[in-house]
């Protein structure tokens, strides 16, 4: 069993027990992991309780003896400078709060039969909690970054379905990483493996010559670009500023067949988004339409309903990004006459604030065919 320690008792590690006392009430006698109390650098809580368990010095809990202190904080840098280096206690001792999310998460599903936990469990014996945990297999390819110099812009070359290579760039700020004095990123194309639960497009769920193509959320394009060369028209939709300028030069060969949106797909058209239903009017036609959005995609589905009850298409819709979103897609889609299923494998989506409260597993994206 871990003894473990938690560092912090403020207004996220107040969260984070909430949590735990809504999905696992029996956290507090378990044979997984064990709370000895909590750790805090303000000696006015020193022996008071925190949710229900005793607040101590940092010196204190080191000479009591532990497995790990986990660090129960959004932004816990400066606590790990401290543990570490001014408290000498090893990087392997100090875990961050989504090590705890795991032993919490363990002991929720421990009874489960649902095979993709199973298999989950017992990757986390040995490994970090990740997004994807065993479904993927580690980036292997490395994109070398090259200057544009005559824009003064970073691009990696992508090799597309038709074999070509085309530039994908990036804005000049972008944090790639820094490789024998020059600088690469990771396969842009690493969550489109063949079994990943983010996979988009597949064998009888695919793109074909032609078609007509909404990328909604193109992030760095990676998407788009994939297909450009053999669709017939592509509407990208991509709010984050950020992006218009390295979008505009990666899709630039394409202009012709291009149409970018610098807003968000939503129910409602306004300064900042637009619907689907306004783009597409009531004639023009549409075969694939792919969404990773934020969160946004069941009001971008709802700005899509004349248009998807009125087409036959392909759908590719992310469901991970909320607690509901799997259920609600799949309700909205069935309603408008499409037949629908999800991506292998499970995603736990770490950036949800919410994910504290839920502790759950999600599927990463819901296929629609029509």
């Given at each position: 069993?871990?003894?473990?320690?938690?560092?912090?008792t403020g207004?996220?590690?107040?969260?984070?027990?909430?949590g735990a006392?809504?999905n696992?009430p029996?956290?507090?006698?378990?044979?997984?992991?064990?709370?000895?109390?909590f750790?805090?650098?303000?000696?006015?809580?020193?022996?008071?309780?925190?949710?229900?368990?005793?607040i101590?010095?940092?010196?204190?809990?080191?000479?009591?003896?532990?497995?790990?202190?986990?660090?129960?904080?959004?932004?816990?840098?400066?606590?790990?400078?401290?543990?570490?280096?001014?408290?000498?206690i090893p990087?392997?001792?100090?875990?961050?709060?989504?090590?705890f999310?795991?032993?919490?998460?363990?002991?929720?599903?421990?009874?489960?039969?649902d095979?993709?936990?199973?298999?989950?469990?017992?990757?986390?014996?040995?490994?970090?909690?990740?997004?994807?945990?065993?479904?993927?297999?580690?980036?292997?390819?490395?994109?070398?970054?090259i200057w544009?110099?005559?824009i003064?812009?970073?691009y990696?070359?992508?090799?597309?379905?038709?074999?070509?290579?085309?530039?994908?760039?990036?804005?000049?700020n972008?944090?790639?990483?820094?490789?024998?004095?020059?600088?690469?990123?990771d396969?842009?194309?690493?969550?489109?493996?063949?079994?990943?639960p983010?996979?988009?497009?597949?064998?009888?769920h695919?793109?074909?010559?032609?078609d007509?193509?909404?990328?909604?959320?193109?992030?760095?394009?990676?998407f788009g670009?994939?297909?450009?060369e053999?669709?017939?028209s592509?509407?990208?939709?991509e709010q984050?500023?950020?992006?218009?300028?390295?979008?505009y030069?990666?899709?630039?060969?394409?202009?012709?067949?291009?149409k970018?949106?610098?807003?968000?797909l939503?129910?409602?058209?306004?300064?900042?988004?637009?619907?689907?239903?306004?783009?597409?009017?009531?004639?023009?036609?549409?075969?694939?339409?792919?969404?990773d959005?934020?969160?946004?995609e069941i009001?971008?589905?709802e700005?899509?309903?004349?248009?998807?009850?009125r087409?036959?298409m392909?759908l590719?819709?992310?469901?991970?990004?909320?607690?509901?979103d799997?259920?609600?897609?799949?309700?909205?889609?069935?309603?408008?006459?499409y037949?629908?299923?999800?991506s292998?494998?499970l995603?736990?989506?770490?950036?949800?604030?919410?994910i504290?409260?839920?502790?759950?597993?999600?599927k990463?994206i819901?296929?629609?065919?029509?």
């Open positions: 069993m871990n003894r473990i320690y938690l560092w912090g207004h996220f590690s107040d969260k984070v027990m909430l006392e809504k696992v029996y956290y507090r006698n378990n044979d997984i992991f064990s709370i000895k109390g750790i805090d650098n303000d000696s006015s809580k020193y022996n008071q309780l925190f949710h229900n368990y005793k101590v010095s940092p010196g204190e809990a080191i000479d009591s003896g532990f497995d790990y202190i986990i660090m129960l904080m959004e932004n816990d840098w400066d606590a790990k400078i401290q543990i570490t280096y001014g408290y000498g990087e392997d001792k100090v875990k961050d709060k989504y090590f999310l795991k032993l919490l998460m363990t002991l929720k599903y421990k009874d489960t039969s095979s993709d936990i199973i298999e989950t469990l017992i990757y986390w014996k040995s490994n970090e909690l990740s997004m994807f945990n065993y479904h993927l297999e580690p980036p292997r390819k490395q994109h070398q970054v544009d110099k005559k003064n812009l970073p990696v070359e992508l090799d597309d379905v038709v074999g070509k290579k085309q530039r994908m760039y990036f804005p000049r972008y944090q790639f990483k820094r490789c024998n004095g020059g600088q690469v990123l396969d842009i194309l690493w969550e489109q493996q063949e079994n990943s983010h996979l988009y497009t597949f064998d009888g695919n793109i074909g010559d032609g007509i193509i909404v990328d909604g959320g193109v992030c760095e394009g990676n670009l994939m297909y450009a053999i669709t017939a592509l509407y990208l939709f984050d500023y950020w992006w218009k300028e390295a979008n030069y990666t899709f630039k060969n394409f202009e012709r067949k291009v970018y949106f610098n807003k968000g939503s129910n409602r058209s306004g300064y900042r988004t637009i619907t689907l239903d306004e783009v597409f009017g009531d004639n023009d036609k549409l075969d694939f339409i792919k969404m959005i934020e969160g946004s009001a971008a589905l700005g899509a309903k004349d248009l998807l009850n087409e036959k392909k590719s819709i992310c469901s991970y990004h909320n607690f509901e799997e259920r609600i897609i799949k309700t909205l889609l069935s309603k408008l006459g037949k629908t299923t999800t292998n494998g995603v736990v989506f770490l950036w949800d604030d919410n504290w409260w839920n502790m759950d597993f999600r990463g819901v296929y629609g065919d029509k």
